[in-house]
């Protein structure tokens, strides 16, 4: 057999000569179009709902949430299993299609059902879809390196870190072609805090819900139409968005004998860190990435 083979290579030889070369243009063009993976992705076909509902236990979200969205998302079509997991103050599940199912029409099924659902769910709770890549797709991490800053004598603190990565840097990256979702981690998340004294809403008789009432609807621009002088139009528009503490001091929270009651007289008003429950150390100290 190999020596028929050799005696016929001998006798076409221009006809051998072809096709290696036709063989070597195709390898070398598979070579730059092929994708390969470092690691290749081996995880199942599956789009992920995730569900927050602040301070609840993970049984009042089991009853109320995960059980009644794991059963209208089991039947949508290719689902082959729904896999659900309830914990403190938020609900995970992952929706588990065939391997011949898109993985961009799976989330646009789950998208669909979602808002559509046959029941509603408690206040606040609104389910979304996480990224559209699983934890093999982790490509790197990196940390905001403010050593040279420190250096010239304008270090950044952690809050400013972490704006500066969530305002910024992960603008940046989010826009790459191929970046599903750039996950911050570290550093503290600035936040206004309100710290209400009880004993100055009891001596005004103000209940703890007005505050929270006012605080809620103080922060937000509202439009109020148009008028006409002199021929022109002129648009009224009230701006009320919050920048500084000082403003949400005097944001009026009730009345006491006739007198407006400011959020400063009874609450202390300052920046904050939002509470966290996880850092990022690099080489013993604290980073932001």
């Known amino acids: 057999m190999i020596d028929r083979l050799v005696r016929w290579c001998l006798g076409n030889r221009?006809?051998?000569?072809?096709?290696?070369?036709?063989?070597?243009?195709a390898g070398i063009r598979a070579i730059y179009q092929t994708p390969v993976d470092a690691i290749p992705d081996l995880s199942e076909n599956q789009v992920i709902v995730l569900s927050d509902w602040s301070g609840r236990s993970a049984q009042e979200l089991e009853d109320q949430v995960t059980y009644p969205l794991s059963t209208a998302l089991q039947g949508l079509a290719g689902v082959r299993e729904v896999r659900a997991q309830s914990a403190f103050g938020f609900s995970m599940l992952t929706v588990i299609f065939r391997d011949d199912i898109d993985v961009y029409f799976a989330?646009?099924?789950v998208l669909e059902k979602l808002n559509s659902l046959p029941f509603k769910l408690p206040e606040g709770v609104t389910p979304k879809l996480g990224p559209d890549a699983t934890s093999i797709g982790w490509i790197y991490e990196y940390y905001i390196d403010d050593s040279a800053a420190v250096k010239a004598g304008h270090g950044l603190d952690l809050g400013?870190?972490?704006?500066?990565?969530d305002w910024f840097v992960?603008?940046?990256?989010n826009s790459v072609p191929g970046?599903?979702?750039?996950?911050?981690?570290?550093?503290f998340v600035r936040q206004y805090q309100v710290d209400v004294n009880p004993g100055r809403l009891q001596a005004y008789g103000i209940p703890l819900s007005a505050v929270i009432e006012n605080v809620r609807g103080s922060s937000r621009n509202?439009?109020?139409?148009?008028?006409?002088?002199?021929?022109?139009?002129?648009?009224?528009r009230g701006l009320a968005?919050?920048?500084?503490?000082?403003?949400?001091?005097s944001i009026t929270v009730g009345y006491s004998e006739g007198r407006p009651i400011l959020l400063g007289q009874v609450a202390g008003v300052g920046m904050g860190p939002e509470p966290r429950s996880g850092a990022l150390d690099v080489g013993g100290t604290e980073a932001v990435g």
């Open 179 to 187: 970046v599903a979702e750039v996950a911050s981690i570290g550093g």
């Open 14 to 25: 221009a006809i051998v000569l072809t096709a290696t070369a036709l063989i070597a243009i």
């Open 222 to 236: 509202v439009g109020g139409g148009n008028i006409e002088v002199a021929g022109r139009d002129i648009t009224i």
């Open 160 to 165: 400013q870190l972490r704006s500066l990565q």
């Open 170 to 173: 992960r603008l940046q990256l």
């Open 107 to 109: 989330r646009t099924r």
């Open 241 to 249: 968005l919050v920048r500084s503490p000082e403003d949400l001091k």
